[in-house]
């Protein structure tokens, strides 16, 4: 079935610093990908995303990148701050049937001031 | 725009009884509802797929006799948890899915309903 790796589960960098996190998708059928940031206990919130015909997506600090024949994207946050710190997951979803989303683990972002 | 919200958000319950979640998109009309479940330092999965007016979708190794799921209207889904055990304890958050507000594909959060069952 449809299956989303993340990695890494755990990430921590010093303030100011980049950071990156990588996604691969299973489903060549997928054609969109949302990268969504969740603090402890709230819902997850929208803070990027990337369609299929396109390569990259850039907004702000954060930035998209789609490899569609290797399958896998990445989220890419520069300049980061202690408020970045929260858990992101990335996900993926087909046009066939429900457009529903798989997601992938999660990855812990740490920003240490 | 694009507003979902879940009543209760926190409900706390006795096992054995069942409990009903609500799923309400405030300001656009919703195709699709998703209903997830996550675990604590979990990610989001995915029990079901509802669509206004029949029936739900459920992923694999979710019990619909458990897990009812009702979207009788375009703006309402509701999670009925029968006899709730402490293991189904989590965190419930619905989704909704509208064509015409956001991104085609874009799925919109409700705030999420802690379930904790004694």
């Known amino acids: 079935g449809e299956n989303v790796e993340q990695h890494p589960s755990t990430l921590s960098v010093q303030e100011g610093d980049s950071a990156v996190i990588k996604c691969t998708y299973s489903?060549?059928?997928?054609?969109?990908f949302p990268w969504y940031k969740q603090e402890l206990g709230k819902r997850p919130q929208l803070i990027i995303d990337?369609?299929?015909?396109?390569g990259e997506k850039k907004d702000q600090r954060i930035a998209v990148t789609l490899n569609k024949t290797a399958k896998h994207f990445s989220l890419h946050i520069t300049e980061t701050q202690p408020e970045d710190s929260a858990v992101y997951f990335c996900a993926a979803t087909s046009p066939s049937g429900t457009y529903k989303y798989i997601f992938g683990t999660g990855t812990r972002l740490k920003v240490l001031a | 725009g694009a507003v979902v919200s879940q009543h209760p958000s926190r409900v706390i319950c006795k096992s054995g009884t069942s409990v009903k979640i609500e799923c309400r998109s405030l300001d656009f009309q919703a195709t699709t509802m998703f209903w997830y479940r996550q675990f604590p330092k979990q990610s989001l999965m995915l029990m079901a797929t509802s669509n206004e007016g029949s029936k739900a979708t459920y992923e694999q190794g979710v019990e619909k006799d458990k897990f009812l799921i009702n979207h009788a209207s375009l703006t309402l889904s509701t999670l009925t948890v029968t006899s709730a055990h402490p293991e189904d304890s989590s965190f419930y958050i619905c989704s909704a899915r509208a064509p015409l507000a956001g991104s085609y594909n874009e799925q919109f959060f409700g705030p999420g309903t802690r379930l904790t069952v004694l």
């Open positions: 990337i369609r299929s015909n396109v």
């Open positions: 489903d060549s059928a997928s054609n969109y």
